[in-house]
């Protein structure tokens, strides 16, 4: 069974979709719409912007969409029976299986995007890859820490990034390392993403969800926080919402859908981490990029 993953915040780079656009009259309209619903020339950023102005959450989140809506266009589906996405990329995977409108997607991902970046510059926050240590240790020792540090993204064995406030992350760093982690690494973000601390975007996200219309899947989605294929709209609504301060299972729904059947994962969109993930998670899966 083929399964199409979208990745996340994180694998953006200058000139992300060039191609497409230089090549393809309708991925060219898809793109220049965007700009008129987001407000700005995002195609300019993504094309010609700098790595520091593609950085910013309002802008990469909606870029990465972007170019992962494009590429499902191109591919026309691949004929998947199921996605999933990486945090962000859950958008993207509930396009490519009919759940949301294109504009309705940018939209959501937009204000998703606003309202992260307003909860990060409320509290001091930031988050950091744990590598070389079970998930159970890097659990137990964050619920030890003072304050709020969580897993925030179980990415593959041996790789979770945990999220919350500066302070106490950084306790869990020195915790960690001294508990027999690889390496603990602050990472260049300026947010605690998938933590209590994005109550607030959480709110705004909510209420904004709530006034888009979702479909009933045409094939099932695998959620970040449930793990496990979802098709009802009023569910991936919930899980969606809930993803925003609960952590990115990435590692348990990828062997959810390998459990399913899945044998081969394409990734649509920028980069490659997913593949180089899942290839961690299960290493006898195919994977391959969509284009």
């Not at 694998?11 to 793109?31: I, T």
């Not at 960690?176 to 607030?200: C, D, E, I, Q, T």
């Not at 609960?246 to 593949?275: C, H, R, Y």
Request: charged fraction near 20%.
């Amino acid at each position: 069974m083929k399964a199409l993953v979208f990745p996340g915040q994180g694998s953006q780079f200058v000139g992300m979709g060039k191609e497409l656009y230089d090549s393809r009259k309708d991925v060219k309209d898809l793109m220049n719409s965007a700009n008129d619903i987001l407000g700005f020339d995002i195609v300019s950023v993504m094309f010609n912007g700098t790595d520091e102005d593609l950085k910013k959450t309002s802008v990469t989140q909606p870029a990465i969409f972007l170019h992962s809506v494009a590429a499902v266009k191109v591919a026309n589906g691949l004929g998947a029976e199921m996605v999933a996405g990486h945090s962000l990329g859950e958008f993207s995977a509930l396009v490519a299986n009919g759940v949301l409108s294109f504009e309705d997607g940018l939209k959501l991902v937009s204000e998703r995007a606003q309202a992260m970046q307003m909860a990060c510059d409320i509290n001091p926050s930031s988050m950091a890859a744990i590598l070389g240590l079970e998930d159970t240790k890097v659990e137990e020792i964050c619920a030890e820490i003072e304050g709020i540090v969580v897993p925030a993204n179980y990415n593959c064995p041996g790789q979770l990034v945990i999220s919350g406030e500066t302070a106490a992350v950084e306790k869990a760093c020195e915790a960690l390392k001294a508990a027999g982690a690889k390496r603990a690494l602050l990472l260049p973000v300026n947010g605690a993403f998938h933590s209590p601390l994005m109550m607030p975007a959480q709110e705004r996200l909510a209420a904004a969800i709530e006034k888009t219309k979702f479909r009933k899947a045409t094939i099932p989605v695998y959620q970040n926080i449930t793990t496990t294929a979802v098709s009802d709209p009023e569910e991936i609504k919930k899980n969606l919402i809930a993803q925003l301060t609960g952590p990115v299972k990435w590692t348990q729904s990828v062997q959810n859908m390998i459990k399913d059947g899945a044998t081969n994962f394409i990734e649509v969109g920028p980069g490659k981490t997913l593949q180089g993930l899942i290839k961690k998670i299960n290493p006898e899966v195919s994977v391959a990029s969509a284009i």
